[in-house]
């Protein structure tokens, strides 16, 4: 597939702590100004400042927002790796090379555009510090103009980020328009552009882990513990920010929440269990090591039955593995986290917009039933950059669950904290405060009875395990259902979940285009529903795809349904970069013409 | 003025505390530990003190990690919600019920294995933010529950059980609190009720982390020759730095001393601890003074006991994070979800591509 006008991908090559991330925004905000759909995706190194970045923007009128594994417009600013990146740009694409970056020899078919960069800074800017910051912008002055993008819309674009900072403005305007004169004058356009669409009117541009704080912040949350942890920190640090914002009495300086930094997540976990037990909307945020730390408190939050919301944005492990780098490979781990018998409601965003609402449902499903509730989002979602339709303000109030104040309890004879009355196998609860006598209770993560007394006898443990059992069950109806796109007569389906999502998307379309059609189910939360075990028995061959080794959906999956396991096979993707459509197509074609074969 | 009572009625009264109720009704389940130990004590000090201050059980938080003193909770307070968490992080747990709700009185139990050695991390931070509850370490020496191991507060030449001497040094979690500036710590021993009543008392008045050592000998592992902490080998050497009485903030009660003889303090509620001087005269808000006592004492085989340092005015975490008078917890939706007109004015910031 060749790059044409609005279907193209920009990667850029800088170094780390230079300034680049403004120089970037600024370029794909610009595009996304035109009406023409883009995304962003930072690769960054476990590194402060110096080492290699890069980003990429796709530029996809049909909307894809997945990574893809073609550049056509390479950015080569870094001298450390220009050799690598020019070496991996492909027929047809465009290279534009910081004049003086090593480079090796490079086939005619590329179209290759030298900018002395260093030497056009010079007498803009006279404070040699401050040069190597503004740099970059002169390249998206140099790429507007070889791309077509409307030179207003780069302004208005830089001028919504720096517009507080009128020097730096200043300075970076001159940079813009001096790429912009150095290209008018020396190179010419290039063969594939950006032209105005209408495809982004009301849309917005949002990363996950913001989208998640906004979440929180409209579920009514009161308490955030957490321990600063790549790619999880941003949550943290954006809804401390709105809660700043917009929880704060400017009068007063009260604040209707509490922020903490844990010493560990440990302590992070044991806070939000604290101040869950006494009535707060609690929740912490973490990544793989945090979240194996977690380990102990989680399996007594499950078997004492006290609410958490625990956000993983998963990155790849074992141990501290690639932190900068994306994964779904926490899921089986998380499923059943803590010893002794355990498993947990965990909720699955796909999109920016999820990872808003599970914000808020999270904190329902969690009082509701009295236990962990987990969101395992990922790095591509949470620090990458979507579009995405707005947010809608929540229609429903909050549900606290099944809370017995004082005046409930003068209307009853006894409280029994873990007597399933109901039959849904969730007991009712009372906060530390309550004004009578019956409300005190004991929690503890040692063997209880039904009126949380310690106890040792063999069927009380096993009458309280069953009923955590079937309060697993009663969830099942209650956790977000998959969303389900049947193609007719497709035999052939696809599962996904998370950001492998828009991948998926774009692999059906393709897919399509060479004559295989697909049915696919986006899973959105564990335990399974019903949906899930009818779109599996209505296919012949289930794709699942997923972000990990092992396989860990499948594995999930077989366990739920051996008699229809033997439907399920893997495509995996586990090199710490986002899944793109082509290893996708790939994958299933291949597959497919094993099975051709066999037959 | 009111009438003067009359005998049988004042007797009645004297049987229920200033808000009408009974020492039973600070009591608990039945202890489970070994006869004769000095947790057993403590939970009788703790039951007396909260009777005495008139505490209204509903509004204290009962809260402990794993061991044998972690245990008793249950035994005290039943009216009262309990918290029994995992080895060595009722810190975090106390942290977070603290910040959910201001208004309640918070109790915590834990032992020298729950406090200096797997949560001694979380121990520190806690004294570090000042997050407003009684911590009680009920300290032996020794791990109870598995069988006599040596705790990381067995002093150096303290002979275990099997015979084995302990050479590491002691973790002093009096010593570690003063040096985080923490507003209230004490030693005490569990054979001395009197001494450790009104030490509780004024820790349940302070506001702030109060730390409450309590040397608790343990009568199965750790009571033979050559145990440092045996019952007869600390009250041997226990040493007094004054007596102490609390005069809680309800009571107008003069205590006259000689001048010279005793100190005041006065805690932020208004109650008042008098140190009576006993020898020397001890100055407990010097902390510098109390890290040298401490050491001393330590030197020459003495258990130092009593209010070692005391700052009532520390400001309280919740201080810090400056939080709403309502308990977060109590706080209703529309405290705590922003109008519409706050997410359509995030959305309109996100939304720069123009129609």
Known sequence: ?599 | MTPEKTAPEQAANGNKNRIGLTVADYRGAKSTLCPGCGHDAITGSIIQAAFEAGIEPHRVAKLSGIGCSSKTPAYFLSRSHGFNAVHGRMPSIATGVSVANRSLTLLGVSGDGDTASIGLGQFLHLVRRNVPLLYIVENNGVYGLTKGQFSATADVGSKAKSGRVNELMPIDVCALAIELGCGFVARSFSGDPKQLRPILKAALSHRGTAVVDVISPCVTFNNHEGSTKSYLNVKEHDAPLHDIFFIPRYENIEVDYAPGESREVTLHDGSRITLKKLGEDYDPGDALRALETIHHGRQEDKFVTGLLYVDPDKEPFEQDLKLVETPLASLPLEKVRPPKEVLDEVMSGLMTGKA
């Not at chain 1, 009117?201 to 409209?218: H, M, R, S, T």
């Not at chain 1, 790549?230 to 009260?254: F, M």
């Open chain 1, 1 to 599: 597939m060749k790059a044409s006008n609005n279907d193209f991908s920009i990667h850029v090559a800088t170094v780390n702590g230079s300034g680049s991330q403004t120089a970037n925004t600024t370029l794909m905000r610009a595009i996304f100004q035109m009406g023409v759909p883009v995304s962003g995706k930072n690769l960054f190194p476990s590194n402060i400042a110096g080492l290699p970045t890069w980003f990429t923007i796709r530029v996809s009128e049909r909307g894809y927002l997945a990574r893809t594994r073609r550049n056509d417009v390479l950015v080569a600013m870094n001298p450390e790796t220009s050799v690598e990146d020019i070496a991996s740009m492909g027929p047809g694409s465009i290279l534009l090379l910081n004049e003086g970056v090593p480079a090796p020899k490079i086939p005619d078919d590329r179209v290759v555009y030298k900018v002395p960069f260093n030497k056009l800074v010079e007498p803009l800017v006279p404070d040699a510090k401050l040069r190597k910051l503004v740099v970059n912008m002169i390249y998206v002055g140099v790429v507007s103009h070889l791309l077509g993008i409307d030179f207003e819309e780069v302004d208005h674009a830089l001028t919504a980020q720096l517009g507080r900072k009128p020097k730096a403005l200043d300075m970076n305007r001159a940079a813009v328009k001096l790429g912009a004169e150095y290209a008018t004058e020396h190179l010419k356009p290039a063969p594939f552009r950006v032209e105005r669409r209408n495809k982004t009117a009301d849309k917005v541009l949002i990363e996950g882990n913001q989208a998640g704080a906004l979440g929180a912040l409209f579920g009514g949350v009161t308490f955030l513990s957490w321990y600063p942890i790549t790619p999880s920190s941003s949550l943290a640090e954006s809804l401390q920010g709105y809660l700043e914002r917009y929880r704060r009495d400017p009068k007063t300086g009260e604040a209707t929440f509490a922020v903490v930094q844990a010493e560990d997540e440990i302590a992070a976990i044991g806070m939000v269990l604290g101040a869950s037990w006494t009535g707060a909307r609690a929740m912490t945020t973490t990544s793989g090591p945090g979240l194996s730390l977690m380990t102990e408190f989680t399996g007594f939050a499950y078997y004492a039955e006290i609410p958490a919301v625990i956000w993983d944005i998963q990155r790849v492990g074992p141990s501290t593995g690639l932190p900068t780098r994306t994964s779904q490979a926490d899921l089986l781990s998380t499923a059943f986290m803590s010893h002794g018998d355990t498993k947990h409601i965990i909720l699955l965003p796909a999109t920016v917009e999820d990872c808003y609402t599970f914000g808020m449902r999270a904190f329902d499903l969690a009082e509701r039933f009295q236990t962990p509730v987990f969101v395992l989002s990922d790095l591509d979602i949470g620090m990458n950059t979507w579009m995405s339709d707005p947010f809608q303000y929540p229609d429903k109030p909050w549900d606290r669950g099944k809370v017995l104040t004082a005046e409930d309890l003068a209307k009853t004879a006894k409280f029994e904290r873990y007597r399933d009355l109901d039959g849904d196998g969730i007991p009712y609860r009372t906060l530390p405060g309550t004004d009578h006598p019956l409300a005190g209770y004991f929690t503890r993560g040692s063997g209880h009875d039904e009126q949380a007394l310690y106890t040792e006898n063999p069927d009380t443990y096993k009458r309280v395990m069953d009923r955590l059992a079937a309060k697993y069950e009663t969830a099942r109806v209650a956790v977000p259902p998959p969303v389900i796109d049947r193609t007719k007569g497709a035999e052939i389906g696809i599962l996904g979940f998370g950001s492998s999502h828009w991948a998926i998307l774009e692999a059906r379309d393709r897919l399509a285009a060479d004559g295989l059609t697909t049915s696919y189910l986006l899973l959105k939360a564990l335990p399974f529903t019903k949906e899930v075990k009818s779109f599996l028995e209505s296919m012949k061959v289930i794709y699942v795809v997923e972000q990990n080794r092992d396989a860990q959906m499948k594995a999930l999956l077989t366990m739920e349904y051996p008699e229809l396991a033997t439907k399920l096979r893997s495509i995996l993707h586990y090199d710490g970069l986002p899944i793109d459509a082509q290893s996708i197509v790939d994958q299933v074609q291949e597959r497919e013409r094993e099975g051709v074969l066999s037959r």
